[in-house]
């Protein structure tokens, strides 16, 4: 089943421990990006990545890591997590960078994360 | 700036209702791509529909149907005959051809509250 696969689905951690949220694709899409979720402020873009190598900041990437070392995967890395990265986190990935704008996303079930 | 709207914060109706989500977006560029996404209670997002910048016509899909006005710029979605599962929180977002990060906008979101 074509998928994007994010671990985990819950995380309850505390602040300045280092985190990472998993995200994996099965369908050999080239584009990839991270999304945090807020209420009352819609999804915003944290990172994204259009390619293996190729990685660039979203408009809140203040606080957060990614890689992309193969296409499949692109974490989300939280070196020192705060309180207010309490969020709800979704990867999506698209074909290409034209898909993503034309046709939009294939997304993750989301993550929700919690810094106490 | 690109912009999404939802003014609507929550709507509650009772079973059967029709009921229409309101969605006001701002872009610049001449080609851009709409899209409504329902965000259940289990909290993944499901793609509904996508519209792009040159085709106005409004769709319909069952009890589900859009109306995309250029002139006043609203992207809007009516569901008819509500129903209790159609609880959701509904998210419309924007992607223009010409933004370099190739992501979605989105709108804070309208919480839908189907009473039985």
């Known amino acids: 089943e074509a998928q994007v696969t994010q671990n985990p689905r819950y995380l309850i951690t505390v602040t300045g421990k280092k985190l990472t949220v998993t995200c994996s694709q099965n369908?050999?899409?080239?584009?990839m990006s991270w999304y945090r979720q807020d209420p009352g402020l819609g999804l915003r873009q944290i990172y994204y990545?259009?390619?293996?190598?190729?990685?660039d900041k979203g408009d809140v990437p203040e606080g957060y890591k990614v890689s992309r070392k193969e296409k499949r995967n692109f974490p989300l890395i939280l070196e020192s997590p705060s309180p207010n990265q309490t969020s709800l986190y979704f990867c999506?990935?698209?074909?290409?960078?034209?898909?993503?704008?034309?046709?939009?996303?294939?997304f993750g079930s989301g993550t929700r994360l919690t810094v106490v | 700036a690109q912009k999404v709207t939802q003014a609507q914060t929550e709507i509650s109706v009772v079973e059967k209702e029709d009921v229409t989500l309101d969605c006001v977006y701002e872009?610049?560029?001449?080609?851009?791509?709409l899209f409504w996404y329902k965000q259940p209670p289990s909290g993944e997002l499901v793609f509904l529909i996508r519209?792009?910048?040159?085709d106005e016509q409004n769709e319909i899909s069952g009890r589900y149907s859009w109306n995309f006005q250029k002139s006043t710029s609203s992207f809007n979605f009516t569901i008819t005959a509500s129903q209790v599962v159609d609880s959701a929180v509904y998210f419309c977002?924007?992607?223009?051809?010409?933004?370099?990060?190739?992501?979605?906008?989105w709108g804070a979101g309208t919480k839908l509250i189907i009473k039985p």
């Open positions: 977002a924007l992607s223009e051809a010409s933004d370099s990060n190739y992501q979605l906008i």
């Open positions: 519209r792009n910048s040159f």
């Open positions: 999506a990935s698209s074909l290409s960078v034209g898909t993503a704008v034309n046709y939009g996303y294939t």
């Open positions: 872009t610049r560029d001449t080609t851009y791509y």
């Open positions: 369908m050999n899409h080239e584009y």
């Open positions: 990545s259009m390619n293996v190598e190729v990685t």
